[in-house]
């Protein structure tokens, strides 16, 4: 199973979402690839920010360096679930794959039964609010997993 979470420029919620997840399948001994991107390129290369850093620390969840990316198509064949953080981004999302003919992109709150996106502390500041949406809905995907 291969997981690919996404957000606008791949550097706060969506990389949150990747090392919370590997972290959670990590501890369930699961065999899961976990990846993260963006639908804009305006932060292609730059590494994790440091808010969604500081907040994993916090939790405990190892955080590595990595580089912002943006979605590709090919990515759309290669992923089975496709988690998006907000409405603009499943609407980008599925603009860039053609309308998700095979129905693998769903909002990341949906996992955990919720009908909304998370709020980008990129604007908001609030990392530890995002974190928690991420976890419930990291929680949900792992239940779908299991």
Same mark, same amino acid.
């Not at 963006?38 to 969604?52: C, M, Q, Y």
């Not at 988690?83 to 992109?105: H, S």
């Given at each position: 199973?291969?997981? #690919?979470? %996404?957000? $606008?420029?791949?550097?706060?919620?969506? !990389?949150?979402?990747?090392?919370?997840?590997?972290?959670?399948?990590?501890?369930?001994?699961?065999? @899961?690839? @976990?990846?993260?991107?963006? !639908?804009?390129?305006?932060?292609?290369?730059?590494?994790? $920010?440091?808010? !969604?850093?500081?907040?994993?620390?916090? $939790?405990?969840?190892?955080?590595? $360096? =990595?580089?912002?990316?943006?979605?590709?198509?090919?990515?759309?064949?290669?992923?089975?679930?496709?988690? %998006?953080?907000?409405?603009?981004? #499943? =609407?980008? %999302? /599925?603009?860039?794959?053609?309308?998700?003919?095979?129905?693998? %992109?769903? #909002?990341?709150?949906?996992?955990?039964?919720?009908?909304?996106?998370?709020?980008?502390?990129?604007?908001?500041?609030?990392?530890? =609010?995002?974190?928690?949406?991420?976890?419930?809905?990291?929680?949900?995907?792992?239940?779908?997993? /299991?």
């Amino acid at each position: 199973m291969r997981v #690919l979470f %996404v957000c $606008h420029g791949n550097i706060c919620r969506s !990389t949150m979402a990747e090392y919370v997840m590997r972290y959670m399948v990590s501890e369930a001994g699961l065999d @899961v690839e @976990v990846a993260s991107a963006g !639908t804009s390129s305006e932060a292609e290369g730059w590494d994790v $920010h440091e808010g !969604t850093r500081r907040v994993l620390r916090e $939790h405990g969840v190892p955080c590595g $360096h =990595r580089s912002a990316r943006r979605m590709t198509s090919d990515d759309y064949r290669n992923f089975d679930i496709i988690a %998006v953080m907000d409405m603009q981004n #499943l =609407r980008d %999302v /599925r603009a860039m794959t053609g309308g998700d003919l095979e129905g693998k %992109v769903r #909002l990341l709150m949906s996992f955990a039964g919720e009908d909304r996106g998370i709020a980008d502390p990129w604007y908001t500041g609030d990392f530890d =609010r995002t974190y928690e949406d991420v976890v419930r809905g990291c929680r949900g995907i792992l239940e779908e997993l /299991r």
